[in-house]
């Protein structure tokens, strides 16, 4: 299987924050896209613009690990690799910020798969069997996702039974968490994502 990634650019409208911002793009690309689905040998999933999980959950992990790239190099970069750090980061937070009166129009839906994301991550830094290793255990589990062959309407009710099922740092558990946490807490132990995603669909 080969994946592409092709990058359109304007030139009238190409200035220096457009050229600091391309490798956070790439990031973006190969993080979100390029491995999606790659565990079938059919024709994989197309990803929809709405899509909460590849341009919202996996674009969070593609702006944190370019932020950890720079961070982990931060004696040897230039001004130049700060400003590329400083207008990736500004233009991740740019596509999700829905209050903006300019705000991207999928900026809801986006949000909202990062939130998932961030659940998942609250949830991971409370257990026992994870709380030593919570990126490790966040980031093995979005790639197991990503990886699925799965539909954007599957990936679409993912993240919703996420969001209702798990709270936010400072948020009170719901009444069903610790049924919810168990099919977590069986993907730890099975690692089976092929029963995880149904599991957690089915839900409630």
């Known amino acids: 299987l080969v994946s592409e990634v092709t990058v ?8 220096v924050d457009t050229f600091l911002s391309c490798l956070y793009v790439f990031m973006h690309e190969c993080v979100c896209h390029v491995f999606q689905g790659l565990t079938t040998a059919e024709l994989r999933p197309t990803t929809e613009p709405t899509d909460r999980f590849a341009e919202g959950w996996m674009d969070f992990i593609a702006a944190g690990l370019l932020g950890k790239s720079f961070g982990n190099a931060a004696a040897q970069l230039s001004v130049a690799n700060f400003e ?49 290793m919570v990126n490790e255990a966040f980031l093995k589990l979005s790639f197991d ?49 092929n029963s995880f995603v149904p599991d957690v669909i089915a839900f409630g």
Request: one cysteine or more; glycine letters at 4%; a positive charge.
């Open 84 to 132: 590329q750090e400083r207008v990736g980061a500004d233009y991740h937070s740019s596509r999700l910020n829905y209050l903006h009166p300019d705000r991207v129009k999928y900026a809801v839906q986006w949000a909202h798969g990062r939130q998932a994301a961030q659940k998942i991550l609250h949830l991971f830094a409370g257990l026992p069997e994870t709380c030593n």
């Open 8 to 15: 359109f650019l304007s030139i009238e409208k190409f200035d």
């Open 145 to 193: 996702l990503n990886l699925c062959p799965l539909e954007s309407r599957t990936r679409e009710l993912l993240i919703a039974q996420i969001d209702k099922y798990l709270p936010l740092k400072g948020e009170k558990f719901g009444t069903r968490y610790p049924d919810f946490v168990a099919i977590v807490r069986k993907y730890l132990i099975n690692n089976d994502i």
